[in-house]
T-cell receptor
Framework: GAGVSQTPSNKVTEKGKYVELRCDPI?????LYWYRQSLGQGPEFLIY????????DSGLPNDRFFAVRPEGSVSTLKIQRTERGDSAVYLC??????????????FGPGTRLTVL | ELKVEQNPLFLSMQEGKNYTIYCNYS?????LYWYRQDPGKSLESLFV???NGAVKQEGRLMASLDTKARLSTLHITAAVHDLSATYFC???????????WGAGTKLIIKP
């Protein structure tokens, strides 16, 4: 079956612009996660959805970052007034549920965001 | 605050050799994951370790968990070039969903 997909694969934008990054989780997975990975580092947690609601957005770095998942499937990460420091690979993952063995997270290929 | 430390961060080795990557974490957790990442690619799940003394093996890779020592190891036996990648460990917080990641171990295996 299809895995987690993310679009676009690459996004180059100018400082101050608005960007949207999209994630399509594995069908039937209720939990969805966004991470940010900088070069040479492990992923950094941003936000977690269980169904349509953001169960934990404690990892979002500031109020320029926002994410939605209106129908409990596709999610969009939105970044306003982008800064050069936002440049990173944004990873999306999904899991069947959020607890127990079903918590195993499956990752998409990521969106490489470059802010010039 | 949960911290996860991997070592070494970089490892270059010859084919056929054995080596171990270590993952230490700072507070109680009941779930530890190992992932592989190839350059420019996403993360591939390798192992999920759930309990003290858990050991899992897949091919030339074997992972183990010691929850008392808060230590997991990923052992590579008779390394082959195809195992070259960056390996991450990730530890689940008590809430189960949030993963805290190590910095990764970049493994280069020379033919």
């Amino acid at each position: 079956g299809a895995g987690v997909s993310q679009t676009p694969s690459n996004k180059v934008t100018e400082k101050g612009k608005y960007v949207e990054l999209r994630c399509d989780p594995i069908s039937g997975h209720t939990a969805l996660y966004w991470y940010r990975q900088s070069l040479g580092q492990g992923p950094e947690f941003l936000i977690y959805f269980q169904g349509t609601g953001a169960a934990d957005d404690s990892g979002l770095p500031n109020d320029r970052f926002f994410a939605v998942r209106p129908e409990g499937s596709v999610s969009t990460l939105k970044i306003q007034r982008t800064e050069r420091g936002d440049s990173a690979v944004y990873l999306c993952a999904s899991s069947l549920d959020s607890s127990g063995l079903a918590n195993e997270q499956f990752f998409g290929p990521g969106t490489r965001l470059t802010v010039l | 605050e949960l911290k996860v430390e991997q070592n070494p961060l970089f490892l270059s080795m010859q084919e056929g050799k054995n080596y171990t990557i270590y993952c230490n974490y700072s507070t109680t957790s009941d779930r530890l994951y190992w992932y592989r990442q190839d350059p420019g690619k996403s993360l591939e799940s390798l192992f999920v370790l759930l309990s003290n003394g858990a050991v899992k093996q897949e091919g030339r890779l074997m992972a183990s968990l010691d929850t008392k020592a808060r230590l997991s190891t990923l052992h590579i036996t008779a390394a082959v070039h195809d195992l070259s990648a960056t390996y991450f460990c990730a530890v689940a917080l008590y809430s189960n969903y949030q993963l805290i990641w190590g910095a990764g171990t970049k493994l280069i295996i020379k033919p």
